[in-house]
């Protein structure tokens, strides 16, 4: 069944330190996952997806599918940054998002 | 650019009375999904829909029902409301041939 982990609820950091929000998945074929970012219970918003292999606001991510991963990465946090953090990808039908628990993200100066 | 619109922001209600959540997807988005956000909890899926018709269905409860219109606007229905329902509720969309979700502001539903 497929499944998203996020092993850290809260990761909390200084700013201007490096970030790695971990997430690992479980997916039968090739999945396309997602990070999802979420300010203060606003909306969820898209941050960063897999197969367009960009940089959002300085974050990257890229799909280890050795070790079923699709870790978070900043290298200088801001507190902008402070923030919940989702990964995400679809069920196996592909007709809805399955998400992670979450971590949030405290980055402090 | 135009963003999924939900309506109402906040809403409150009491125990085992009923309530209708709107949500008007992106133009051009064919597909709606519906999530409910409990406080502290990660995004839980309800049910979704394809071309105004059911295309899945997650853990919503038998009191929920919900629809998507021949303008492709969706609404969820509740009813007999209980406590455990307060929570924020998602409406996303997406364009057929892409996973890619966008979601609403959301609904905050509290039952009192």
């Known amino acids: 069944a497929q499944r998203v982990t996020q092993p850290e609820k809260l990761l909390s950091v200084f700013k201007g330190a490096p970030v790695e929000l971990k997430c690992n998945y479980s997916?039968?074929?090739?999945?396309?996952l997602f990070w999802y970012v979420q300010y203060s219970r606003q909306r969820l918003q898209l941050l960063l997806r897999?197969?367009s292999r960009e940089s959002i606001k300085g974050f990257t991510a890229d799909l280890n599918k050795g070790e079923t991963s699709f870790h978070l990465k900043k290298p200088f946090a801001q507190e902008e940054d402070s923030a919940m953090y989702y990964c995400?990808?679809?069920?196996?039908?592909?007709?809805?998002?399955?998400f992670g628990k979450g971590t949030t993200l405290s980055v402090s100066s | 650019a135009a963003g999924v619109i939900q309506s109402p922001r906040h809403l409150i209600k009491e125990k085992r009375e009923t309530a209708t959540l709107k949500c008007y997807p992106i133009p051009r988005h064919d597909t709606v999904y519906w999530y409910q956000q409990g406080p502290g909890q990660d995004p839980q899926f309800l049910i979704s829909f394809y071309e105004k018709m059911q295309s899945d269905k997650g853990s919503i409860p038998d009191r929920f029902s919900a629809q998507q219109f021949s303008d492709y606007h969706s609404e969820l229905n509740m009813s007999s409301l209980e406590l455990g329902d307060s929570a924020l509720y998602f409406c996303a969309s997406h364009q057929a041939g892409s996973y890619e979700q966008y979601f609403g502001p959301g609904t905050r539903l509290t039952v009192t």
């Open positions: 897999h197969i």
């Open positions: 997916y039968s074929g090739s999945p396309e």
């Open positions: 995400a990808l679809p069920n196996q039908a592909g007709t809805a998002l399955i």
